[in-house]
């Protein structure tokens, strides 16, 4: 089985420019989320979605940060402008149906904006 | 809104030693579910062990248990007989409607 799988793995890129973060979430998981992990504030959930529609974003930091799930098996969490204090790194994470069951996480996307 | 508090930012131990780390949590609500995650150097984040707030048997998982007290919103995490490859970071979480609130997590070091 394969797991949750993000992409790029190491992302380095200038301030301003846009960024775009990939996940593919578990066949058959219908709930995907996005999650930054900082040393200020841990792990922090960013934005989720149910069948492919956006039901939390609260955590959006700001409007430069954007996400989009157009199918089942791929999701996008996209900064434009993309600034030095965006580096850290980026979580994607599916469950099943149901909601309460264990999330499944991929490896993360460790960001750099220089 | 859930909080998640991991009291223990650093702990060290002997290998093949027991370790406890503790885990309280604030909520209003009843139904809820516990998580422990570990995340080692390698960054992935991996699901250590799960516990329903409704089942008062405390979750056990090989060499991994948890002390769940509902009443005081506890749930610590018990390792015993401790190896090296448990040396990682350790994540409580509380999840309601599928959301997932993390502690801050306590840095495990596991000593040769």
């Known amino acids: 089985d394969a797991g949750v799988i993000q992409s790029p793995r190491h992302e380095v890129t200038e301030m301003g420019q846009e960024v775009t973060l990939r996940c593919k979430p578990i066949?058959?998981?219908?709930?995907l989320f996005w999650y930054r992990q900082t040393m200020m504030r841990g792990l922090e959930l960013l934005i989720y979605?149910?069948?492919?529609?956006?039901?939390?974003d609260s955590g959006m930091p700001e409007d430069r940060f954007s996400a989009k799930m157009p199918n089942a098996s791929f999701s996008t969490l996209k900064i434009q402008p993309s600034e030095p204090r965006d580096s850290t790194v980026y979580f994607c994470?599916?469950?099943?149906?149901?909601?309460?069951?264990?999330?499944?996480f991929g490896d993360g996307t460790r960001l750099s904006i220089l | 809104a859930q909080t998640v508090t991991q009291s223990q930012p650093e702990m060290s131990v002997q290998e093949a030693e027991t370790v406890t780390l503790s885990c309280t949590y604030d909520?209003?609500?009843?139904?809820?579910?516990l998580f422990w995650y570990k995340q080692p150097p390698s960054r992935q984040m991996i699901l250590v062990i799960r516990?329903?707030?409704?089942?008062?048997q405390n979750a056990t998982e090989n060499r991994f248990s948890v002390n769940f007290q509902k009443a005081a919103k506890s749930f610590s995490l018990k390792i015993s007989d401790s190896q090296l490859g448990d040396t990682a970071m350790y994540f409580c979480?509380?999840?309601?409607?599928?959301?997932?609130?993390f502690g801050t997590g306590t840095r495990l070091t596991i000593i040769p």
């Open positions: 909520t209003s609500e009843s139904n809820y579910y």
């Open positions: 979605f149910n069948n492919n529609v956006p039901i939390d």
């Open positions: 994470a599916s469950t099943p149906q149901g909601g309460n069951q264990p999330q499944h």
């Open positions: 516990q329903e707030a409704y089942k008062q």
């Open positions: 066949s058959g998981h219908d709930y």
């Open positions: 979480a509380f999840m309601k409607h599928g959301k997932l609130t």
